[in-house]
T-cell receptor, first 113, second 117 residues
C-alpha cells in the first residue's frame, strides 16, 4: 500500500545499545522528518531531510544520527541509547513547502531500560 | 522555549455542542498555522490550516480562527461528535523561501478532546 510506514512498531532496548528506527515512504516526497512525542512537549523535530543526501538538525538532535541515501528511506539511529530517549517517534514526509502539510507514520514506541 | 502553547491539556464536551480548542504562539514570524488530529496508536493527521493573510478558514464542521495581534488561534468543531475524540495539536511555521533548507515548524503539547455521547 502507498503511504509512509515505520518499523518496528514497538522496541525495548537497554542503555548504551545502538537502535535504528526505519521509515519508508512511497510517495517520492522530497522532505522527510523525524519527530519525538513526549508528554507536555508535543512533537519536537529531531532531524529533517530536504532530499536524498541532504539532512539537517532540528530542535533536539543530540544523540541521534540520520541518513538518506535513497529518497524513500530515512532511518533514525540512536548510537548509544539513553533513558531520556524513551519516547514515541514519528516519521513524516512533505510533498513540497507550499503548504507545510505533513503526512505522518504510525509511530515507533521506544523504551530504553 | 515553547513557541506554541496549548494551555488546556484536556477538554470534555457533550455530543452536538461546540468544541473550542485554543492555541497561543510567541513567534511573530510564524505565518502558517495548522491543526493535526491524533488517535491513539496512530500518527497525527492533518485537519485544517490557515495562513496569516486570513482570519478564518472553514472546512465542514471545522473552523480555525486566527487573531494575529493577540498571537492566538482557535479550532471550533460544530457540532462535536464522539468520533472527534482525539488529541489535537496546533502547529505553526514560517513559510520558507528557496532553497528550502530550513524548518521552523513548532508544535504545541496537544489538547485531548473527549466528546461524550
Amino acid at each position: 500500500d502507498a503511504g509512509i510506514t515505520q518499523s518496528p512498531r514497538y522496541k525495548i532496548t537497554e542503555t548504551g545499545r545502538q537502535v535504528t528506527l526505519m521509515c519508508h515512504q512511497t510517495w517520492s516526497h522530497s522532505y522527510m522528518f523525524w519527530y519525538r512525542q513526549d508528554l507536555g512537549h508535543g512533537l519536537r523535530l529531531i532531524y529533517y531531510s530536504a532530499a536524498a543526501d541532504i539532512t539537517d538538525k532540528g530542535e533536539v538532535p543530540d544523540g541521534y544520527v540520520v541518513s538518506r541515501s535513497k529518497t524513500e528511506n530515512f532511518p533514525l539511529t540512536l548510537e548509544s541509547a539513553t533513558r531520556s530517549q524513551t519516547s514515541v517517534y514519528f516519521c513524516a514526509s512533505l510533498r513540497d513547502r507550499s503548504n507545510e502539510k505533513l503526512f505522518f507514520g504510525s509511530g515507533t514506541q521506544l523504551s530504553v531500560l | 522555549d515553547q513557541q506554541v502553547k496549548q494551555n488546556s491539556p484536556s477538554l470534555s464536551v457533550q455530543e452536538g455542542r461546540i468544541s473550542i480548542l485554543n492555541c497561543d504562539y510567541t513567534n511573530s514570524m510564524f505565518d502558517y498555522f495548522l491543526w493535526y488530529k491524533k488517535y491513539p496508536a496512530e500518527g497525527p493527521t492533518f485537519l485544517i490550516s490557515i495562513s496569516s493573510i486570513k482570519d478564518k478558514n472553514e472546512d465542514g464542521r471545522f473552523t480555525v480562527f486566527l487573531n494575529k495581534s493577540a498571537k492566538h488561534l482557535s479550532l471550533h468543531i460544530v457540532p462535536s461528535q464522539p468520533g472527534d475524540s482525539a488529541v489535537y495539536f496546533c502547529a505553526a511555521s514560517e513559510l520558507p523561501s528557496p532553497p528550502y533548507n530550513n524548518n521552523d515548524m513548532r508544535f504545541g503539547a496537544g489538547t485531548r478532546l473527549t466528546v461524550k455521547p
